[in-house]
Structures are given as C-alpha cells and as structure tokens.
C-alpha cells in the first residue's frame, strides 16, 4: 500500500517537556532582549514629541508677526524634516533571534543619538533668533508699563476719596469667592491636561478613557461650585487617576509578555525557512483591553509550542529520509491560504521525492511525487509550488510514479520504525493502495519570505486599527468639549 500514507504523529512526554523547557529558555533570552529594544523605542518616541512642543513653543513666542513669518516657516519646516526621519528611525522590522535583537537595538540607539545631535545643531540658529525677538518685545512691553503705571497713578489719586466709603465685607466675600473660582479653575485646567495625557497612552483600556471622561465633566462641573464640592471631585479623580497607573503599568508588563511571545513564535517559525523573516508585533494601541491582550498571548504561546513540536518532528523526520537516500528541500508554499508545513524530501539519484505535509494538528502525510519546473506567480509572490496532476501527465510518467509508490511501500514501515526510535511516534490513519490517480509531478520555485510571514503563519488575530483610531480620536474629542 504505497499511495498517500496518512498517520497521527506524536512525542513522547519526556521529549515534549524537554521542548518546551528549551523554548522557555529562547522567551526568557527574547524577552530580555526585546524589553531593552522597547525603552530605546519609546525613549525615541517621546523625542519626536519633545521635538514637536520645542516648535510649537518656538512658534507661539513669535506671536504670528510678519517679521517672523520666514523664521515660523523654517521652523515648520524643520518640525517636518526631524519628525520624519525619527519615525523613520523607529520604523523597524525587528529579527527573530536575541543576538540580532540586540544588535538592533544598537542601531537604534546610535542612529536616534545621531539624529538628536543634527537637531539640536539645526535648531540653535533659529533659537537664536526667536530670543533676539523676545528680548525686543520685551523692552517695548516695559516702556508701554511705564507709561500706563504713570497714568494709573493720576487716576487712583482722584479715586482715593470713594474708597473710604466702599462696603469692605462685601469686598472681601467677592474676593473670596473670586480666589476660589481661580483656584478651582487653575487646578481643573492642571487636571484635565492629565487626563489628556493619560488618554494619548498607547497602554489605557478603552473602559478607564471612559471613566477619565466621565470624571473631567464631574470636575469641570465642580469647578464653579464652592470648594468643597471641587475638593470632593478632585479626591474621586485622584482615586481614578491611580487606579488607571497602575493599570497601565500591568498593561505595558503584559505587552512586553507578548511582543516576547510574538518574536519567539516567529523565530520558531523561521527554523523551518531558509531565509528568516522579519516582523512586527501589533501596536498596544489596537489593543482595546488587558483580556484582549492576555487572548492573545494564549493564542500565540499554544501556537509556539506546537509550531515547536512541529518543527522538532520535521528535522527528525529529515534526518531519517536522509539515511533512505533523500534530501531535504525547504518549504513549499502551494496555496497562499495553507495550514501546516510542506515539504519535498528528493532523491538523490532520481526525478522522484517525498512529498511530505504536516499539519497543525500533527497529522504527516507522504506520497511519492514527480520533480518538475517551478511556475512562478508574480501577482502571489508568496507561492513557490505548483502541482501538475495526474490527467495532466503523460502515461509513462504516470506508470513511472506508480512503480515508485510501489517501491515506496517497503521503505515506509522503516521510516516508521527509525522514527520511533527518536521520539516520533507515528499512529497508522490511513493507507492508500498504489493508483495512477495519485501520480502527480511537484514543481518549486524561489519565492519572497516576507510575503509568506503573514498569511502563511497567521501570527495574530488583529485588531482593526483604523476603527481603534477613530474610538480613541472621537474620546478625545469630548474630553474637548468637556474643557470648553
């Protein structure tokens, strides 16, 4: 019975815990890794926005006076220029092994120092300028005091007979008042620029932006009120503010636990290719909630450990094939929406191979295929095989590959065995009898990894992010109306 040979593989216990102990060890070496490339990478972030409120200051102290107009250009300009090429620094594909992570971020942390220096040298002219601005503005500012000091002086003195007979309680109960009003209004201003600074964090939960907005309109109401009611509103914002820190401190732990369970999976991946592939967790933001991240972390930790297993039996059965005479080809990408891997074990000495599955639940399957031209697809570039199928054929290769599955059946029981004796126990699923109706001829091809890294491995479930980016634009817009 050599047609299709179909079993349910499987390790044995002391094999699969020595696995999993191995890859615990590649996280733990990842995490480490990739928890210094993220502090690099948000120490580069908070740069493009310190750059950002440099203008913007830098702007506002020229008051939109014509004089400055070429200076406030420039200065557009510049913001443009440094923001782009910082972005661009921080825009990188990150490798899959911890020694290339780290020398990434060396990268990183060399080209964002270089990128700072050239800023701060092309900023100096400019500030330079907005100073000299400054300092006239202000000694015209001084001679207009003057002046309107001297006049206020001549008023107050034909004033000074009415005072006497002003109400001084109620003077001091309107400034009272008036003092708190300020007060109130000074600290509401302070809080509502907390709260947005906590909604623009990459790490709040879509239910505290919420609670922080619930909260402004409570403190912005209390604002006009006496002071005890604003006090009271303060002390129920501080509890919310506290609780939404140390939230998004557990937030941003759990996302290093993914990005590091993210990196592993595509290392793990990448065993299997012959060229690695470079990737990119999904941003923090896209993720609405901590349960939505730590699902995620699930889904990709179970997908590791059997990607791990998977990768384990391939390289087992590898060497086997090879003492049948086989060599080992890399994997074949036949459909753009394939689960499991593909692989075509020739021989040495011949136009035929093994033509070998191995899918997510762990079932191998063999057949004996034909060797043919790869047919390459430009508009799927992530497609590297393709399958010419028996009533395609001539009859002779036809009867040839049926001599081969013939041939084939005696070998497929030692392969079993050899395999066993490793660890890999293969659990008989199905046979199939030598047919022409199986002869098929396999044709591969060089194709783009990076094209494959996605669709082949469905890394993540994703969240949309254009719909999170207008949820998170609209919140903002009424923590907006709320300040007005």
Not at 26 to 50: D, F, W, Y
Not at 58 to 85: E, F, G, I, P
Not at 274 to 279: L, N
Not at 420 to 435: A, F, M, Q, T, Y
């Amino acid at each position: 019975m050599s047609g299709p040979k179909v079993d349910h593989a499987e390790l044995e216990r002391q094999r699969r815990a020595e696995l999993e102990r191995q890859r615990q060890e590649r996280l733990h070496s990842i995490r480490k890794e990739t928890e210094r490339l993220n502090r690099e990478l948000l120490k580069a972030k908070m740069q493009v926005g310190q750059i950002d409120r440099h203008l913007t200051q830098l702007v506002a102290y020229t008051q939109n006076n014509d004089v400055m107009a070429s200076v406030v250009t420039a200065l557009n300009a510049l913001r443009k220029k440094h923001k782009d090429m910082l972005t661009m620094a921080i825009n990188i594909d990150i490798p899959t092994e911890p020694n290339d992570i780290s020398a990434c971020c060396n990268r990183l942390i060399h080209e964002t120092s270089r990128l700072l220096s050239l800023y701060n040298n092309d900023i100096v002219p400019y500030e330079e300028r907005v100073t000299d601005y400054r300092k006239q503005m202000a000694l015209l500012d001084d001679v207009a005091s003057v002046s309107e000091q001297f006049s206020a002086r001549a008023e107050k003195i034909k004033d000074l007979s009415r005072i006497v007979d002003l109400d001084f309680s109620i003077k001091l109960e309107n400034n009272s008042r008036l003092k708190t009003e300020q007060s109130n209004e000074h600290r509401a201003i302070q809080i509502f620029e907390e709260i947005e600074e906590l909604i623009n964090s990459e790490s709040i939960q879509d239910h505290e932006i919420e609670s922080l907005l619930s909260i402004a309109g409570d403190i912005h109401r209390a604002a006009f009120m006496t002071k005890s009611t604003f006090d009271a509103a303060t002390v129920e914002y501080s509890i919310v503010r506290a609780n939404v820190l140390r939230n998004i401190s557990i937030f941003d732990d759990t996302y290093q636990e993914y990005f590091a369970q993210y990196i592993e999976y595509a290392n793990t991946l990448n065993i299997s290719r012959s060229k690695s592939a470079y990737t990119k967790p999904v941003e923090k933001y896209r993720f609405g909630s901590l349960e939505d991240l730590e699902s995620e972390i699930s889904f990709i930790s179970e997908a590791a450990m059997k990607a791990n297993e998977r990768n384990y039996m391939a390289a087992q059965i590898n060497e086997v094939m090879e003492q049948f005479g086989f060599n080992v080809s890399e994997e074949l990408i036949i459909d753009s929406t394939q689960v499991g891997s593909h692989t075509m074990c020739k021989n040495i000495s011949d136009r035929t191979a093994i033509h070998m599955h191995i899918s997510e639940d762990k079932r191998v399957m063999m057949e004996v295929v034909g060797l043919g031209a790869g047919k390459s697809r430009a508009s799927e570039p992530s497609i590297n095989a393709a399958v010419t199928l028996s009533s395609e054929l001539s009859n002779s290769e036809r009867d040839r590959l049926v001599g081969e599955q013939v041939r084939f059946c005696d070998m497929h029981p030692m392969i079993v065995a050899a395999l066993r004796e490793r660890g890999v126990i293969l659990n008989k699923h199905s046979r199939r009898e030598p047919d022409i109706k199986y002869s098929k001829v396999i044709g591969s091809a060089e194709f783009d990894i990076g094209a494959v890294i996605e669709s082949a491995s469905r890394l993540t479930k994703r969240i949309e992010s254009e719909s999170l980016k207008r949820r998170r634009t609209t919140m903002k817009e009424k923590l907006m109306v709320v300040k007005v």
